[in-house]
Nanobody, 124 residues
Framework: QVQLVESGGGSVQAGDSLRLSCVASGSTYNRDCMAWFRQPPGKQREGVAK???????TYADSVKGRFTISKDDAKNTLYLQMDSLIPEDTAMYYC??????????????????WGQGTQVTVSS
């Protein structure tokens, strides 16, 4: 089993920055691929950024150049640095994890484990 706990959300102004954190516990093998998703109000959940065990990253087009995903394996923590925030980034942000072998790196699904989410609100 894997447990994921996000933190770092909040309410900010457009142009501000936030850093989300996701502390992971449980089986390391089952969480060697990790990702951030978000669900804007009234919309479906979408992939934001993902990272594999070798540190290779993929970003959604909407956040490229503004968001950076990283991880600290010694701290069992996944991060999402969000810069130049815009109102369209307003959403509940979720951390997710899976064993890398279950899907190609390019696939945004499936992810087996999910955190409870942290809210990000960006006002203009």
């Amino acid at each position: 089993q894997v447990q994921l706990v996000e933190s770092g959300g909040g309410s900010v102004q457009a142009g501000d920055s936030l850093r989300l954190s996701c502390v992971a516990s449980g089986s390391t093998y089952n969480r060697d691929c990790m990702a951030w998703f978000r669900q804007p109000p009234g919309k479906q959940r979408e992939g934001v950024a993902k990272i594999d065990t070798l540190g290779r990253t993929t970003y959604a087009d909407s956040v490229k150049g503004r968001f950076t995903i990283s991880k600290d394996d010694a701290k069992n923590t996944l991060y999402l640095q969000m810069d130049s925030l815009i109102p369209e980034d307003t959403a509940m942000y979720y951390c997710a994890a899976r064993p890398c072998y279950i899907a190609p790196l390019g696939d945004w699904q499936p992810y087996n484990y999910w955190g409870q989410g942290t809210q990000v609100t960006v006002s203009s």
